[in-house]
Every structure is written in structure tokens, then in C-alpha cells.
């Protein structure tokens, strides 16, 4: 027997035994998405459990170091990992842009001073981030932005504001973007900055969107402290950071276009809600538009894995990210229209019960920022004009 083949019938083992039931079931709501943080409310003891169980482990971040709390996995393994916890429909323990975004960052710019801080309590689910990047001048140019920090010997006095800060409300610390260099050439003036969300002067607006309810929220900054210690990298160089970063976002953003552990397949939706004649779909068009999506789907998920395989061979992400980003939220948008064509006008109702407080209608909208956030769908064509199919 191989030692993956042993890893394998090792993890399914653990995961027999320590998952609990409840965590097995499809994710109904945002409430069932365990984000973590200080003051992160747990919808049950088993949400809970396996949270702790998972970290305890350091599978919350299979791939990351063991010395920072990381489960130490290689590639194949982390992939063993994941599909064993798809075959069981096993729900997520850990919904985090601290693992998603800065915790890699910090890995791989970080002091080791920041590493031993940050890493252990973002595998533990102890501190919800959030990122302070787009401001209201500077969204798809970045570079722009005009936060600033100035410099006050051992820490920064940093003024400015932030836009579409997801989740700034219920976070604990802000991975920070803000210029550092008024003199230099824009994207070379600037740095990545950590600090808590209770620092005087820190203060948070959520924006209510066309569905209803919004993650996002508008962040200002007055005159708040932050030590020189809490520079992720140099000081002025944050622009590669930032950067490297946005590629993780990109990958996170763009897996909106993948069926989730536990989730049910559109074609499985579609059944439901359609029935069968002869063995098949019952509406045509329906059935060949559904097709299209599992094909396109199906290419996608191969594609984001081949690239992943690549990052983890030393080759990076680079521009892969911007394709897995643009094509993702794409098949996101998709879906979400699929889903309302299947329900009809039960697809519409906006509240009440039996439809979950409108949660298909809510998705269905929200769905449309997708092509937003996170750099422009016209950005990232961009990207991939340029720097993938080699256009001028």
C-alpha cells in the first residue's frame, strides 16, 4: 500500500469518527458558515467541535507549516484531504480571509515575529480579517489610493478611508493597504499595514446593496496607531504584496463558480424542480442549457486545479489568477440564473419561510457584484489579453 493510499484510508478514518452529522448537511445560510473571529457567535455545539477538531489538527490550513499550527500536508495529500471530506459531504470548518488572503501573504513576506503572532490563531479561527484595499477614488486603480500613514518613528498615524471593506463590521484585525512614500512613483510608495479593529479611530458603516443585506462596508480611519512591527514585508514595498495577495483573492472569488462540499448539484436541482420524462429533464431547453453549465463546470474545476499544481510546483499563479477569477464569477452569475429559470416565479418570493427569507431572489441579485469585486470582469480580461494570450 502507498503512503497516500495509507494517508487516505487514514483521513477517512478520522473523518468517520470526528465529524459530526450536522456538519454533514448542505449549508443553508450564511449563519451556517462558520467565519470565526472574537466574536463570532456559534450556531452549535457540533459547529463548534469541528471547528476545534479540525484546527487541532492544523486541517483548517492543511498545507501551512506545522511550527505556525498548519497540518504540514504536501499537495496530494491536501487533495486527499479534500476530496475525503467531499465524499462525505463534509462542510467547511473554517470560512477565512485570514487563511484565504493575508495568512499566505504573511507566510511568505512576513517577519517571523508576525508569522508567530498572526498564523497560529488564524489556523485556531480566533481572529476574523478583513481587507482594507479599494477606496472611493481608487477601485480598479488601486495604485491610487490615498490613505495615508505617517511616519512617527517607532509606529505609523494613518488617515483615510476604505470602500467595500467585506465583513469590516465583524472583523477583528484589517490587513491595510496605505501609502508610506508621497514622493515616489505611485505604486512605489506604498505598504501593507496590520492592526486590530478596536484601535481608536478605527470606525465601520455597513452598505446595503440591491439584495437586501451586504457584506460590505464603508471604513474610516483617523488618526490610528499602528506599530512599525505590524509592516507586512518592507515599508514601501507593499505593492508586490498587495499583488501577490489579489491572486489569492482572485483564486477565493473565482471558486464561487464551483458547487460546494455538501451542495447540491444544479442537474440534482433540477430534478426537484423539474422532474423527469423518459428518464430525462423535462424541459429542453433547461436540460441543454444545464449540459452547457456541468461541461463548462466540469473544465473550470480541472483548470483551477492545474493551476493550483503549478503554484505548488514553484511555477506561481501569476495572471492564471485573473482567468480563474473573470470565469468563475462568471459560471457563478450562470447558475444563479439557472437556479431562478428552474423555480420560476417561486424564485421571486422575497420573504417568509418557505423561501428561506428570499435567500434564491438575494443570491440571484448579489451574484451580479461578483463581476466587481475584486477587480472588474473588463479588468481581468485585461490581464488576460496581456500577460496569458501575449496582445498588445
Known amino acids: 500500500m502507498s503512503d497516500l493510499t495509507a494517508f487516505r484510508h487514514d483521513v477517512r478514518g478520522w473523518l468517520e469518527d470526528n465529524c459530526p452529522a450536522s456538519m454533514r448537511e448542505p449549508v443553508t445560510s450564511d449563519a451556517d458558515v462558520c467565519w470565526g473571529g472574537r466574536n463570532f457567535q456559534f450556531q452549535s455545539a457540533d459547529q463548534k467541535l469541528w471547528l476545534e477538531r479540525m484546527a487541532e489538527r492544523g486541517w483548517t490550513a492543511p498545507d501551512w507549516p506545522t511550527e505556525y499550527g498548519g497540518g504540514g500536508l504536501s499537495r496530494a495529500e491536501t487533495k486527499v484531504l479534500q476530496e475525503e471530506m467531499a465524499r462525505i459531504k463534509a462542510r467547511a470548518p473554517l470560512s477565512s480571509f485570514g487563511v484565504w488572503m493575508i495568512g499566505p501573504a504573511i507566510l511568505k513576506f512576513g517577519s517571523e515575529e508576525l508569522k508567530r503572532q498572526h498564523l497560529p490563531p488564524i489556523i485556531r479561527g480566533e481572529i476574523r480579517w478583513c481587507q482594507g484595499y479599494s477606496e472611493p477614488g481608487a477601485g480598479s486603480d488601486l495604485a491610487g489610493l490615498q490613505t495615508k500613514a505617517e511616519d512617527q518613528g517607532d509606529h505609523f498615524i494613518v488617515n483615510g478611508q476604505k470602500i467595500w471593506t467585506s465583513y469590516a463590521d465583524k472583523a477583528d484585525w484589517m490587513f491595510c493597504l496605505v501609502r508610506t512614500n508621497t514622493e515616489a512613483k505611485k505604486q512605489l510608495g506604498i505598504s501593507l499595514v496590520l492592526f486590530d479593529m478596536t484601535t481608536p479611530g478605527v470606525s465601520t458603516r455597513p452598505i446595503k446593496l440591491i439584495s437586501g443585506s451586504s457584506p460590505f462596508c464603508e471604513t474610516f480611519l483617523d488618526n490610528v496607531k499602528v506599530e512599525k512591527s505590524q509592516v507586512v514585508g518592507e515599508i514601501n514595498a507593499g505593492w508586490t ?152
Open 241 to 392: 504584496i498587495a499583488k501577490y495577495l489579489l491572486t489569492h483573492e482572485r483564486e477565493m472569488i473565482g471558486g464561487m463558480g464551483r458547487t460546494a462540499a455538501g451542495q447540491k448539484t444544479l442537474s440534482q436541482i433540477a430534478v426537484d424542480a423539474v422532474g423527469l420524462e423518459q428518464g430525462k429533464l423535462a424541459d429542453g431547453y433547461l436540460r441543454s442549457e444545464l449540459t452547457r453549465w456541468d461541461l463548462d463546470s466540469d473544465a473550470f474545476a480541472l483548470t483551477a486545479e492545474r493551476v493550483l499544481d503549478e503554484a505548488k510546483a514553484g511555477q506561481g499563479v501569476g495572471a492564471a489568477s485573473a482567468m480563474l477569477k473573470y470565469y468563475g464569477t462568471e459560471l457563478n452569475k450562470r447558475r444563479q440564473e439557472l437556479l431562478v429559470a428552474l423555480h420560476g416565479s417561486d424564485a421571486m418570493i422575497w420573504d417568509g419561510e418557505a423561501s428561506n427569507n428570499g435567500a434564491m431572489p438575494r443570491a440571484w441579485l448579489r451574484s451580479k457584484g461578483n463581476s466587481i469585486e475584486g477587480g472588474t470582469s473588463e479588468i481581468q480580461l485585461n490581464v488576460i489579453a496581456r500577460n496569458i494570450l501575449g496582445l498588445q
